[in-house]
């Protein structure tokens, strides 16, 4: 098996990547596909079957022993099925198994994109080493995963640490899962545009209205930019803190565009987790950047696939 490679998808609202990584986690081939978000269920599933075909055409592609995916979600890994908000045609539609037909049965281990990028966070980035993590993903919309006792953490469906959904302001603007208040509706790139807009911050000549010109701007000192990243960053530790309290998690990796921003996000983020996270045992709690950029979802889906491959050969009464 020490030759073997593991076949990978990252499964996006913009794009379906696909890979061939060895057991260092090195990227032999990759293929990528746009996503056509809102044409119908099979058309896109066409899209993820077009990059499969770039993969299984390669010569290494005998070495694959099984194949992980990383998808958008919610996700629900013990019946197979996707459902992501970004994708209106996916409800509940059967990817693994029309992923297993075009790839001749290979084994495959389904997970959220939110746990595929903590997997990866902790094989090969800035959750290495750490036993006991929260990582996750700013960006336009807010997610995440958790390593407990050394291992990430899917749960029965492969959505657990989905923190952007955890309600930190009980009386806050309706988030469109339904509830209120909720982490990303609060920390995602596009509200902290909206709060920022709303509250009389104007974008300069270019007319940029992103999260990144709003970072830009608290850059160079625009009060209400600089508002509206502090905002972002106490949803952001009041959600680290509450996760941290259940779970003792001991860092918390933050990746995607938002974490882009830098000491604009990660400074107010600090100062507002010294007010939330006050118990003995989690006011230790370190914050970092993520590492692995844009690899983590087929590196996280990879390491997933490594994960279910391991844990499908230990013998029935011995796991």
């Keep these: 098996m020490h030759n073997s490679l593991v076949a990978a998808l990252d499964i996006g609202g913009t794009k379906i990547a696909g890979a061939l990584v060895d057991g260092n986690g090195a990227i032999l081939l990759r293929a990528q596909r746009p996503t056509p978000a809102r044409e119908d269920g099979d058309t896109v599933m066409h899209a993820v079957e077009n990059v499969l075909a770039e993969l299984t055409a390669s010569p290494l592609w005998p070495r694959a022993t099984a194949l992980g995916i990383g998808s958008a979600g919610p ?15 996916w409800r509940g539609f059967p990817l ?27 094989w090969q980035g800035a959750a290495r080493g750490h036993d006991n993590a929260l990582c996750m993903v700013v960006s336009t919309g807010v997610g995440g995963g958790l390593v407990l006792n050394g291992t990430p953490h899917a749960g029965p469906t492969g959505n657990a640490g989905h923190i952007g959904h955890i309600s930190v302001d009980l009386n806050g603007d309706l988030c469109p899962c339904g509830a209120r208040g909720c982490v990303e509706r609060i920390a995602s790139g596009p509200n902290i545009a909206r709060r920022a807009l709303e509250n009389g911050w104007r974008p300069g000549p270019d007319k940029d209205t992103s999260a990144a010109a709003v970072a830009a701007a608290a850059r160079a000192g625009d009060a209400i930019a600089v508002a509206s990243f502090e905002r972002a960053a106490q949803a952001l530790a009041a959600g680290i803190a509450a996760t941290a309290t259940l779970v003792e998690i001991e860092i918390a990796v933050i990746g995607g565009g938002v974490a882009g921003a830098g000491e604009v996000l990660f400074a107010p983020l600090r100062r507002a987790l010294r007010d939330y996270a006050t118990l003995s045992f989690v006011r230790h709690l370190s914050v970092t950047p993520a590492l692995m950029g844009t690899d983590a979802g087929l590196v996280g889906a990879a390491a997933a696939a490594m994960l279910g491959r391991e844990s499908r050969a230990i013998p029935a009464g011995r796991a």
Aim: negative net charge.
């Design 75 to 89: 996700v629900d890994a013990s019946a197979g099925t996707v459902s992501p908000v970004n994708v209106p045609g």
């Design 96 to 122: 693994v198994d029309r992923v297993s037909r075009a790839v001749g049965g290979l084994p495959i281990t389904l997970v959220g994109d939110g746990v595929a990028m903590t997997a990866a966070e902790h």
